[in-house]
């Protein structure tokens, strides 16, 4: 009986086959990850009226946090600059807004003409075409169209109801946004800091850089996004205007918003140009916007992603895909749009959380440091930093 006996010396754990032991390892941390991705998502929903302004101040802060910087650094005072940068943002957006709807509103009774000549022709069509479908069927067709709607009207309207509750929640996020981009332009460097203090002092400087270089990246793509965006609506809006498709104007602004979600909105925006050709010019007229839209998006795709957002963004083109149809599966229109500055973020933030202790130099301050110091220093022994760091490591002054 005693040769059955396990020593005392013998671990249980070593008589395990080590596969099974690092799967098991591996399987439970990757449980308790993606329990803790499940709480936060369920956080996040609850609160995404205000999580979602917030990320699209985020988004505006890296475009106009440069120009903000930039005349903080010729003595403009940082309030000042907040102003002057939020006020002409506004008048440009403003502008073009309302020189898109004006556009619309000029273009529209054009475009219904030829909407309903292009209908008639479709109707006529029908009736001496292939399919034979003769003025009778083609009214029982619209009778039941009509029926639908009136059999369908509560839910119209609740439908609508719905829209106007949307509306309200969009104007609170709105300002909401507003004044989360105010504080962001004018005091981020120090709110930046504030958030880091939940940290462990001892990791506390590696946060940091990881946290400017996720913010850079984000400026990098949002300026590349920009500039793709303006080659794109250029390129679809002057195609428009030369073969006289109507509202090219609002057509060009679709395919400039379209632009910020990489790769999806491109692809939608020109379905809509070629869609509204079909419609107002005929099928020859649709084919060569065809064109002009693949073309649009051959130099995209070719020269302007790689050698522009390819460098500021540094991921692969599939992982963008993936992001993007993620995010879109998650939250739609919303998600698809924030995806990707989220995984250039995070990209760039494990990226240095990650990286050996020399390479943990603080990236430069173009546009990111606030003009003034951190109070945080004043208040700061002098042995020690701000952010964790030595004493011989840069300062957040130099950051």
């Known amino acids: 009986m005693n040769d059955f006996k396990i020593a005392t010396r013998d671990d249980v754990a070593t008589s395990i086959p080590r596969v099974l032991r690092v799967s098991a390892a591996l399987s439970w941390r990757a449980l308790v990850i993606l329990g803790a991705l499940y709480v936060l998502g369920l956080i996040v ?11 699209i101040a985020l988004l505006l802060a890296a475009l106009l946090a440069p120009v903000v910087s930039a005349l903080a650094r010729r003595r403009v005072p940082r309030a000042l600059a907040t102003a002057l ?4 943002g506004l008048a440009v957006v403003g502008g073009v807004l309302t020189f898109v709807i004006n556009a619309f509103i000029q273009g529209f009774p054009d475009l219904q003409r030829q909407v309903i000549a292009s209908l008639n022709q479709l109707r006529d069509w029908l009736a001496s075409g292939p399919l034979h479908i003769n003025e009778q069927q083609i009214n029982q067709y619209l009778s039941q169209a009509q029926e639908w709607l009136a059999a369908n009207q509560a839910a119209l309207t609740s439908g609508a109801l719905s829209t106007a509750t949307t509306f309200g929640n969009f104007l609170t996020g709105l300002v909401l946004a507003l004044f989360t981009l105010i504080y962001f332009l004018y005091d ?12 462990p002092q001892a990791a506390r400087h590696r946060v940091d850089v990881a946290g400017c270089r996720g913010f850079d990246s984000l400026v990098g793509f949002v300026r590349a996004t920009a500039l793709v965006a303006v080659v794109d609506a250029l390129g679809i809006g002057l195609g428009l205007m030369f073969l006289g498709v109507p509202l090219a104007i609002p057509l060009a602004a679709l395919v400039f918003l379209g632009g910020f979600v990489p790769i999806v909105g491109a692809v939608a925006s020109g379905a809509v140009a070629v869609l509204v050709a079909l419609v107002t010019k005929g099928p020859i007229i649709a084919l060569v916007v065809v064109g002009i839209v693949l073309a649009v998006q051959q130099l995209e795709g070719n020269v302007l992603q790689p050698l522009i957002l390819g460098r500021a963004v540094r991921i692969h083109a599939l992982g963008v895909v993936l992001a993007i149809s993620i995010g879109l599966v998650i939250s739609g229109i919303v998600g698809a749009l924030l995806a990707v500055p989220l995984v250039a973020v995070l990209n760039s933030a494990i990226r240095s959380l990650t990286a050996p202790e020399e390479e943990l130099e603080v990236p430069a301050p173009t546009d990111r440091e606030a003009a003034e110091p951190p109070t945080e ?4 022994p002098p042995d020690e930093k701000p952010n964790g760091a030595p004493a011989d490591s840069p300062s957040n002054s130099e950051v």
């Open 45 to 55: 929903g609850r609160i995404y009226v205000v999580v979602i302004p917030v990320a």
């Open 85 to 88: 940068v939020l006020i002409g």
């Open 188 to 199: 981020g460097r120090r709110v930046w800091l504030f958030v880091i203090r939940l940290v």
């Open 377 to 380: 220093e004043a208040e700061t």
